[in-house]
C-alpha cells in the first residue's frame, strides 16, 4: 500500500525548484525501492499472524509508524490548523481501514493476489474521475478480477479473503481523496504526522485483543522493524522521488506495485501463482496505467505526497 498513489489523478508538470541530486533516474530507483518495501514488509508480516494475529499485527505496526512520525515530525510546531484536523483525522481513520484489512486479506490470500484486488481502489478512482476513453481499461479490470478469483472453480478464491482485499480497497479510495484534501490544505508532512498516530490508536484498539498475553519484545521489536520498513522508509523515498519524477510517471509507476507483490510472495512465503492470478495481475496492472495516463487532476500545482 503506497501513499504515491495519492497522485494518479494529478497534472503532469515536470517538477520545479533547484535541481535535485540524480534526476529522474534516482527518482525511478526510490519509486522502485520504495514498492518493494511495501510488499517485502507485507510479505514479512504474514509469518507473524500465528503469533500476534492479522489484527494484532496490523494495529502494532501501525502503532509505531504512528508514534515515530508524531516524535519525528511534532506536528504541534506548525502543524495542521485546528479547522484541518477533522480532515486529519478522517485520512488516519482511512489509512488504519486500509492497512488492516489488507493484513487480514494476505492471511487468507496469496500476497499478489490480495494486493491486486485492494488495487481496485485507487484504480476506481482513476476510473470514475474527470476524463473520456477508459472503458476499455474497465474492461480489462474487471477480466482482471475474474481470473484473480476463479469463480469458474469450484470454491475458487477464499471469500472471506476476497471481502477483506475489497473493503482494503474502498480504505485505499477514500485514504486517496482525503490524501488530496490533506495535502491541499496542510503542508509537508504535518497532516501525515497527525493521521498517523490516530491510525495507530484505532488500530491498536483493534488489535489488542490479539495481542493481550502474546506481547514481549522480541515481537515488539520485530514489528518495529517492519514499521520502519513501511510506512516510514515508503513513504520518504515516494516523497524524495516526487522531486525527481513527473507526478504521471510516478503515478504510473505505482501502478506496478500489484506486479511487485507476486514475486514478494514467492520469495519470502513460496506463493506461486497459478496461470489465471497471474494473468489477472497482469490486466489490473495494464488498467491502473491506461487509467492513469487516460486522466488528470485539474490544477497545476504538484501535491505533497503526505
Known amino acids: 500500500m503506497s ?22 533516474p534516482a527518482g525511478l530507483a526510490m519509486a522502485v525501492v520504495a514498492m518493494s518495501a511495501v510488499q517485502l514488509s507485507s510479505a514479512l508480516a504474514v509469518p507473524l499472524f500465528d503469533r500476534l494475529g492479522a489484527l494484532g499485527t496490523a494495529g502494532l505496526r501501525l502503532a509505531w509508524a504512528g508514534l515515530l512520525l508524531f516524535v519525528a515530525v511534532r506536528p504541534w510546531r506548525g502543524g495542521p490548523a485546528r479547522r484541518d484536523l477533522g480532515w486529519c483525522a478522517a485520512l488516519g481513520l482511512a489509512t488504519a481501514g486500509m492497512m488492516v484489512f489488507f493484513m487480514l486479506a494476505i492471511a487468507h490470500l496469496p500476497l499478489g493476489t490480495a494486493s491486486a484486488l485492494e488495487f481496485l481502489g485507487p484504480l476506481a478512482v482513476s476510473l470514475f474521475g474527470p476524463g473520456r476513453g477508459r472503458g476499455v481499461w474497465t474492461v480489462l479490470a474487471a477480466v482482471g478480477v475474474l481470473l484473480l478469483t476463479e469463480p469458474w472453480h469450484a470454491g475458487g478464491a477464499d471469500l472471506v479473503g476476497v471481502a477483506y482485499a475489497l473493503a482494503a480497497a474502498c480504505c485505499w479510495a477514500a485514504y486517496i481523496l482525503l490524501t488530496q484534501r490533506v495535502g491541499d490544505r496542510v503542508t509537508g508532512l504535518g497532516g501525515l504526522a497527525v493521521s498517523m498516530p490516530v491510525a495507530g490508536i484505532v488500530g491498536l484498539l ?12 522480541t515481537a515488539l521489536l520485530v514489528v518495529l522493524g517492519l514499521a ?9 523515498l515516494e516523497f524524495l522521488a516526487l522531486r525527481r519524477l513527473t507526478v504521471s510517471a510516478f503515478g504510473t509507476l505505482m501502478c506496478l506495485e500489484p506486479a511487485v507483490a507476486v514475486p514478494a510472495g514467492m520469495a519470502v512465503l513460496g506463493q506461486v501463482p497459478g496461470l489465471a492470478p497471474a494473468a489477472g495481475v497482469a490486466l489490473v496492472v495494464a488498467a491502473g496505467v491506461g487509467a492513469t495516463r487516460a486522466g488528470a487532476r485539474p490544477g497545476p500545482d504538484v501535491p505533497s505526497p503526505a
Open 3 to 24: 501513499t504515491g498513489t495519492t497522485t494518479r489523478n494529478s497534472p503532469d508538470p515536470a517538477p520545479t525548484g533547484p535541481a535535485t541530486p540524480g534526476g529522474p
Open 206 to 217: 483493534v488489535g489488542a485483543p490479539s495481542l493481550w498475553g502474546r506481547l514481549d519484545w
Open 228 to 236: 520502519l520498513l513501511s510506512p516510514l522508509l515508503a513513504f520518504t
